[in-house]
C-alpha cells in the first residue's frame, strides 16, 4: 500500500514537470520581455539623478518618463539579462508620483509610480531666509536666562535665611 502511495506520488511529480519543462521552453525561445523596472531613489528632488534597473533587457534599450528626457539603458555585464541606467529628474518636473516606460528589443513595459519628485516649500512669513538667531530668539532666550537668575537668587537667599534661624 505504501509503495502504490510513494510511486503515484513520484508519478505525480514527473507529469507536472513535464508539462512545465515545454513552456518554460517555449517562453525563453520567444526572447526576454522587461521586468521589474526599479527607481532608485524612489524619492527625488528636482535636478537630481535617478538610477533605473530593468530585468529581462539583456540588449540594453532606452527608458522614458514626463519627469526626464530619453535616457539609454546599457546592459549590466555578469548578470542574467539585467540593464541599468541612470536619468537626471528636470528642474520643472511636477511635484508628485512620475511612471517610466522602458523599451528593450521592442518591447515596452511601464512602471506606474517608479518614483516620487519633491518640490520646493512655499515660503512666506518665517520662511528660513535668515541665519543665525533673530531678535525674537534672542529676546526669548534673554527672558529664560533672566529667570533663570532670579529663581536662582530667590532658592539661594531663602536657604541662607533657615540657616541663621
Not at 510513494?6 to 520567444?30: F, Q, S
Not at 535617478?50 to 530585468?55: F, S
Request: net charge positive; glycine share 16%; proline share 6%.
Amino acid at each position: 500500500m505504501r509503495t502504490t502511495r510513494a510511486l503515484a506520488a513520484a508519478g505525480a511529480a514527473v507529469a507536472v514537470l513535464g508539462l512545465a519543462t515545454p513552456t518554460a521552453v517555449a517562453r525563453d525561445g520567444m526572447g526576454a520581455r522587461p521586468s521589474n523596472i526599479v527607481a532608485l531613489p524612489s524619492v527625488i528632488a528636482r535636478g537630481g539623478q535617478l538610477t533605473v534597473t530593468v530585468d529581462g533587457c539583456p540588449s540594453g534599450g532606452f527608458m522614458t518618463s514626463d519627469a526626464f528626457r530619453r535616457a539609454p539603458l546599457s546592459p549590466i555585464p555578469g548578470t542574467n539579462g539585467t540593464s541599468r541606467g541612470t536619468a537626471t529628474v528636470s528642474n520643472n518636473a511636477r511635484p508628485g508620483s512620475h511612471s517610466i516606460t522602458v523599451n528593450c528589443s521592442g518591447r515596452t513595459l511601464m512602471n506606474p509610480a517608479a518614483f516620487t519628485v519633491i518640490g520646493g516649500v512655499q515660503g512666506g512669513l518665517g520662511g528660513g531666509s535668515s541665519t543665525g538667531a533673530t531678535p525674537t530668539d534672542m529676546a526669548i532666550g534673554g527672558g529664560l536666562v533672566a529667570a533663570a537668575v532670579i529663581g536662582g537668587g530667590l532658592y539661594w537667599m531663602r536657604r541662607r535665611s533657615e540657616k541663621q534661624i
